[in-house]
């Protein structure tokens, strides 16, 4: 009698396997709508702020006016300009009028007290193509050259910087004007006669044709010069005859 009222009110296979899915589904929805009804409170759905523009403010001014409007301030980043302020927020990130929820983090890039300063490698013995790379490279951007007379040309010598020789591995600033002497290779024609010259000590050799008309002019009298007198004395008269014979008569 049992085992008949209990098959009775069993229900069937397919019935309750309906109604175990029914409900995982309204369990689920439920666990949805939960989270995000909680996820909604959390990130403040629908609250939004719009971020100040603090670009040309001081850094402790711009930190106090979004500290004011519920955010959170890190400094990001400095950088060197020339006319700039130190200290002055040149970029910030999110960008000014963007939509953002309160309390979302502002980076802030400043300009920097001092310019970044940079370790220079060797930049002699190579040529200077080879040399501009090397300091454009770095960020070094003020860069001028010297000539200076060599046997191999574009070579580079020296760097200079405020007329000081630099060694590999000084530092300088990136805004640093170097100067760099490089070789300029003289004509072939112009070295050996330098050299023919030069060699011993001895002046530069005086065109022929120069010469000869200076010793010229030199051994040719003058026309204004006056006349040397004949050194020959002069013929004296012979008494006559006539003479004597008056003297004894």
């Not at 909680?38 to 603090?54: A, E, F, K, S």
Request: hydrophobic share 35%; glycine share 6%; aromatic share 8%.
């Amino acid at each position: 009698m049992n085992e008949s009222t209990e098959n009775k009110n069993r229900k069937p296979f397919w019935l309750r396997v309906t109604l175990n899915i029914l409900l995982m589904i309204v369990i689920g929805c439920f666990l949805l709508w939960i989270s995000t009804f909680v996820l909604d409170l959390w990130t403040r759905h629908g609250d939004n702020v719009t971020v100040p523009d603090v670009k040309g403010m001081h850094f402790d001014d711009a930190s106090r006016l979004l500290e004011d409007n519920d955010f959170e301030v890190v400094l990001q980043d400095s950088v060197y300009e020339d006319g700039v302020a130190p200290g002055t927020v040149v970029d910030q990130n999110p960008k000014d009028s963007v939509e953002v929820k309160p309390g979302r983090t502002i980076y802030l890039t400043i300009n920097a007290f001092y310019p970044r300063t940079v370790s220079l490698p060797a930049l002699t013995d190579i040529s200077l193509r080879q040399a501009r790379t090397i300091l454009e490279g770095l960020g070094v951007k003020n860069i001028k050259t010297k000539e200076v007379p060599s046997e191999y040309q574009d070579l580079v010598f020296a760097a200079l910087y405020n007329g000081k020789r630099l060694k590999p591995g000084e530092r300088v600033p990136l805004t640093a004007q170097i100067t760099l002497e490089v070789g300029v290779a003289l004509d072939y024609d112009d070295m050996r006669v330098d050299t023919l010259n030069y060699a011993d000590g001895m002046p530069p050799k005086q065109d022929v044709s120069t010469s000869a008309e200076s010793g010229q002019k030199a051994d040719t009298p003058s026309n204004d010069s006056p006349e040397v007198a004949s050194e020959e004395p002069a013929a004296q008269s012979e008494p006559s005859d006539d003479s004597d014979d008056d003297l004894f008569d």
